[in-house]
């Protein structure tokens, strides 16, 4: 019975992500664990949330070995139900199960290697909680939805319904509003193939978003290329600098173009502002590095296992961020998974009046990853309190609201230009205030208030 207990609390916690977002599945699912645990042994904790943790990544990470194979996708599997289990050391209250968990995740978003904080339940609760987000945050909520499940396994209704209504407090003054707008034009060219080679035609990648860019509405004052739809370097390569500049002269508008630059140290994943005079306006150097993807940690290991390995080059990172500025209105840009972190996401918004989000989803197929990135990026919008404009090469591109609804998309895999109407907000939310460093404390001192020891058997 406990196994098949296991097991269910894994799959409902993966039904709260795409592609099903089933956003009560993680109430249960947690709740499920906390049964599950709370008064077994410590190695039989460790195995039952192993086993929880493998029943969860292994249907939520399938996307990791689009074109590569089984073999990555079981061993990034296999890591973060590692890290899963952990929880399971401790004996518990609810109220440390809550602060185990949600330290469990930010781990998981810190290391190995960078961290990979795909999988954090407070990226599921955005249809129902997006008034609470400016208040706690991504991680905020993760440790509710795990408090609140741990009382209704432990049958604490008195506890569970009264902070179920605190839940509703901040829906009295939840009201957005904007110093001014500005018009912004996606473009998502799409590619010729999807996988892993999509960028073999990188030229013709290229040409796609410059013949979509040239049907963008007058209206716009910025328009927004996806990461890597320059995957060739647009400052050396003779020709796609020609192309770029006439389009920059045809249009009349800036553009944000995702670009591949190649420095002498290795390539580097930018965001370059063009003005539309042709001129390098600000640049920016994508800092959090996706492993295995963009750099390869134990190379000679990684090499041995999957021999894709081989065709990673290790890309550069960047040091800081860089705030772009298109008539007094100030964006970052946030190239792909540095959406996962906390920490980064949050300096990014700070002098910004609204963000850009760039990705390429090409290398995934049709799996639900882009569904899943695009859950994570409305998490960070709610939380933030800013318009997010997504743009990809092949979808989802989509105008985030600062709320984190989706208020306009493109349909998946159709090349086209989303034109939306960006909100400007300056000020910052509750939750862009905590740090990592400062939830964990907030969780020590739980944990120390606590009545029963979190290391007793």
């Keep these: 019975m406990?196994?098949?207990?296991?097991?269910?609390?894994?799959?409902?916690?993966?039904?709260?992500?795409?592609p099903l977002e089933l956003w009560p599945a993680p109430f249960l699912g947690l709740l499920l664990l906390f049964q599950n645990l709370k008064d077994a042994s410590r190695a039989k904790r460790v195995l039952l949330a192993f086993l929880t943790g493998i029943s969860f990544f292994a249907p939520l990470l399938h996307w990791s070995g689009s074109y590569v194979g089984a073999l990555p996708w079981l061993l990034l599997t296999f890591l973060q139900a590692t890290l899963f289990s952990l929880i399971g050391i401790f004996r518990f209250t609810p109220w440390t199960f809550a602060a185990s968990f949600v330290t469990l995740e930010i781990l998981r978003m810190k290391a190995p290697f960078g961290g990979f904080g795909w999988g954090r339940i407070g990226f599921t609760q955005v249809e129902p909680l997006s008034h609470i987000y400016p208040i706690i945050g991504v991680t905020g909520v993760s440790f509710l939805v795990a408090l609140i499940s741990a009382l209704l396994a432990g049958i604490n209704l008195r506890q569970?319904?009264?902070?179920?209504?605190f839940l509703l407090i901040p829906l009295i003054t939840n009201n957005i509003s904007y110093a001014s707008t500005i018009n912004v034009s996606a473009v998502q060219g799409?590619?010729?193939?999807?996988g892993l080679d999509f960028s073999s035609r990188?030229?013709?990648?290229?040409?796609?978003?410059?013949?979509?860019?040239?049907s963008v509405s007058s209206e716009s004052k910025l328009v927004i290329w996806p990461e890597n739809a320059a995957d060739i370097d647009p400052e050396r390569n003779v020709v796609a600098q020609r192309a770029l500049q006439a389009l920059l002269s045809d249009v009349g508008k800036p553009i944000l173009v995702g670009a591949v630059s190649q420095e002498s140290e290795g390539p580097t994943n930018v965001s370059i502002l063009y003005g539309a005079d042709g001129q390098i306006r600000s640049r920016y150097?994508?800092?959090?590095l996706a492993p295995f993807g963009e750099y390869m940690p134990l190379r000679v290991i990684a090499e041995q296992i999957a021999p894709e390995a081989k065709r990673v080059r290790d890309f550069q990172p960047g040091m800081n961020w860089t705030i772009h500025d298109i008539e007094g209105a100030r964006f970052a840009s946030v190239i792909c998974f540095e959406v996962?972190?906390?920490?980064?996401?949050?300096?990014?918004?700070?002098?910004?009046?609204?963000?850009?989000?760039?990705?390429?989803?090409?290398?995934?197929?049709?799996?639900?990853?882009?569904g899943q990135q695009l859950q994570i990026t409305r998490a960070r919008a709610a939380e933030l309190g800013k318009d997010i404009a997504?743009?990809?090469?092949?979808?989802?591109?989509?105008?985030?609201?600062?709320?984190?609804?989706?208020?306009?998309?493109?349909?998946?895999?159709?090349?086209?230009?989303?034109?939306?109407?960006?909100?400007?907000?300056?000020a910052k939310t509750i939750a862009s205030g905590f740090t990592s460093w400062s939830w964990l404390a907030v969780f020590g001192a739980l944990a120390l208030w606590s009545r029963r020891s979190v290391f007793t058997r």
């Design 390 to 426: 997504v743009v990809s090469t092949t979808g989802f591109t989509a105008k985030i609201g600062a709320d984190g609804a989706i208020e306009r998309r493109l349909p998946q895999f159709e090349p086209g230009v989303l034109e939306m109407e960006i909100g400007l907000r300056s």
């Design 202 to 214: 990188a030229m013709s990648v290229f040409n796609r978003h410059l013949e979509q860019t040239k």
């Design 190 to 194: 799409g590619v010729d193939q999807l």
């Design 160 to 165: 569970s319904f009264g902070f179920s209504l």
């Design 2 to 18: 406990v196994l098949i207990k296991a097991i269910t609390a894994g799959i409902a916690l993966w039904s709260g992500f795409a």
């Design 285 to 288: 150097q994508k800092q959090d």
């Design 340 to 370: 996962l972190d906390d920490d980064l996401i949050r300096m990014a918004s700070h002098e910004s009046d609204f963000l850009v989000a760039q990705t390429n989803n090409a290398t995934f197929g049709r799996s639900p990853q882009a």
